[in-house]
Each structure stands twice: as structure tokens, then as C-alpha cells.
């Protein structure tokens, strides 16, 4: 199993896929920390554009 990373999260949830809190503990806290601002980030502006790899900060 590879490792998990925030960019793999981030495509499964654009993907329409869930993650659980077992996935979430497997992060790193600097990924958690990012993966937690854009999820902020996404449903702020996330109504504009639904990838946030394509939303500017």
C-alpha cells in the first residue's frame, strides 16, 4: 500500500469519494493542516470551481 498523502486525498475527495478518520490518522500534520485550510478553503469559494488544486489562495 503506498502512503497517503494530501494530494491523494484531495483527489479522492474531487473525485466524489470519501475519506474516514482512519485515512485522516495516516496523514501527516502538515498534510492534515493543508488538507483541513483547503477543505476550509473549498467550501468557502468551492462554489466557483469544484477542484481545488485549480483555486488560486
Avoid: C, P, Q
Wanted: overall charge neutral.
Amino acid at each position: 500500500m503506498s502512503e497517503l498523502t494530501h494530494a491523494i486525498v484531495l483527489e479522492r475527495l474531487e473525485a466524489g469519494n470519501s475519506i474516514n478518520l482512519l485515512d485522516m490518522k495516516n496523514l501527516s500534520y502538515a498534510d492534515l493542516n493543508k488538507l483541513f485550510e483547503d477543505i476550509k478553503y473549498w467550501k468557502v469559494y468551492g462554489n466557483v470551481d469544484t477542484k481545488v488544486n485549480a483555486l488560486k489562495r
